[in-house]
């Protein structure tokens, strides 16, 4: 079936600094990503739509320059949160469209905590 | 964008039927209904999607009624490791981006 990865899978970082997260499908292409946050006992909300080739669309409230999004190849997304801060600390999860266009698959998160 | 609306918490016991409805009123024609478990800190896995009538696989089934405005996620003989959330989305297959709002969804326990 369709797989897909993240890495990391958790990371610490200090206040000010930037963490780049990795999404990739590993068995089949995808044009279409999608990042999301995910509180402590929340449900997932869309940051924002990765598009291979083109710029992300973002959802309302989501502050592009902070959470830059690269979609180079039709098998990596990057999620790079710039100069961390400790509310930004989550649950980050990418899920790419598969190849029929009508399913998601997710990746299996990746937890960020900012000291 | 149809919204959904799930209980927010159930119980059960192993081996018990459970069955877990989604109401989603203003569902559009192109609209599809995919169902997602998730464990706590892992990303969603899909269980099973649906437009109308019944659709059953190896791990559930889902029943979708003529007028569409709801559908049921039906789980057969649970065990303690479906204690998990399961979401509903309602969404249109040709746009993605309506298929990408998750509501609060449903907390199930299942105890021994």
């Known amino acids: 079936g369709a797989v897909v990865s993240q890495h990391p899978s958790r990371v610490i970082c200090k206040s000010g600094t930037s963490v780049k997260i990795e999404c990739r499908s590993l068995d089949f292409q995808a044009t279409t990503m999608f990042w999301y946050r995910q509180f402590p006992k929340k449900s997932l909300m869309l940051m924002a739509t990765s598009n291979e080739g083109s710029k992300a669309t973002y959802e309302q409230g989501v502050e592009k320059d902070k959470f830059l999004i690269n979609h180079a190849s039709l098998t990596l997304s990057t999620l790079t949160v710039t100069s961390a801060h400790p509310e930004d600390s989550s649950f980050y999860i990418c899920s790419a469209l598969g190849p029929g266009g009508n399913e998601q698959f997710f990746g299996p998160g990746t937890r960020l905590t900012v000291l | 964008l149809a919204k959904t609306t799930q209980p927010i918490s159930m119980d059960s016991y192993e081996g018990q039927e459970v069955n877990i409805t989604c109401s989603h009123n203003n569902i559009a024609t192109n609209d599809y209904i995919t169902w997602y478990q998730q464990f706590p800190s892992q990303g969603p896995r899909f269980i099973i999607q649906?437009?109308?009538t019944k659709v059953t696989n190896e791990v559930a089934s889902l029943f979708i009624p003529a007028d569409r405005k709801s559908s049921t996620l039906s789980l057969p003989r649970v065990s303690l490791s479906d204690t998990a959330v399961y979401y509903c989305l309602v969404g249109d297959v040709g746009n993605a981006g309506n298929m990408l709002t998750f509501g609060g969804g449903t907390r199930l326990m299942v105890k021994p």
């Open positions: 649906g437009y109308k």
